[in-house]
């Protein structure tokens, strides 16, 4: 089956601890997307690969780390430095080309919680 | 700077009935797409329909249709036969077509449209 997995479920967060959220894809897309969800807002960009060793800053990238060593593969760290990391992550992929093959399609997500 | 506007924080229709959600979207753009996406109690979010600005014709996806009115910058979905299923978030996005500098892709968001479907 195609498509994109996000481990785990649920993730419970210490106080200073560092994180890290798995996201991999099947799909061969090009291009990795992280967004965090809150309730009440839009999605938001964290952080986007349009190919593998290069990635980019979102719109709230800042307590964030990625990497992108295989294109299949995009973790993300929540370090001790995000100060509200209780949120739903959404991860995403998509092709990277003009047209409208550059949708983007997601994951299940993970829960992120502050104990 | 783009914005996607959902007016209706919450709707709710009779199963089988027919239902319009709300989406206007402000840019300066002549090319872009949009999007309609859903996320059921889940949360994974699935993507219902997408429309290319280009493209005068209003996507269909089986009981899923939009009306694309280009120059008032609106986009809605009517969701017909609604069913018990269809309930959740539904979500509007925008994408720019054009690559530039900084433009790093992203999708823009409506803060979404809670769907009640009632038995």
């Known amino acids: 089956d195609g498509g994109i997995t996000q481990s785990p479920k649920y993730l419970f967060r210490k106080e200073g601890q560092n994180v890290t959220l798995s996201c991999e894809q099947n799909l061969n897309h090009d291009a990795m997307y992280w967004y965090r969800q809150d309730p009440g807002q839009g999605l938001r960009l964290i952080y986007y690969s349009q190919i593998v060793n290069d990635f980019q800053k979102g719109d709230i990238a800042e307590g964030y780390s990625v990497s992108r060593e295989k294109k299949e593969s995009f973790p993300l760290t929540v370090t001790s430095a995000q100060k509200n990391p209780t949120a739903f992550y959404l991860c995403a992929s998509s092709l990277w080309a003009s047209g409208s093959q550059e949708t983007q399609y997601f994951g299940p997500g993970t829960r992120l919680l502050v104990l | 700077a783009q914005t996607v506007t959902q007016s209706q924080p919450e709707m709710s229709v009779q199963e089988a009935e027919t239902v319009t959600l709300s989406c206007t979207y402000d840019?300066?753009?002549?090319?872009?797409?949009l999007f309609w996406y859903k996320q059921p109690p889940s949360r994974q979010m699935i993507l219902v329909i997408r429309?290319?600005?280009?493209k005068q014709q209003n996507a269909t996806e089986n009981r899923f249709s939009v009306n694309f009115q280009k120059a008032a910058k609106s986009f809605s979905l009517k969701i017909s036969d609604s069913q018990l299923g269809d309930a959740a978030m539904y979500f509007c996005?925008?994408?720019?077509?054009?690559?530039?500098?900084?433009?790093?892709?992203?999708?823009?968001w409506g803060l979404g449209t809670s769907l009640a479907v009632n038995p």
């Open positions: 429309q290319e600005a280009y």
């Open positions: 996005a925008y994408r720019s077509a054009v690559l530039r500098a900084g433009n790093n892709r992203k999708l823009i």
């Open positions: 840019t300066s753009e002549s090319d872009y797409y």
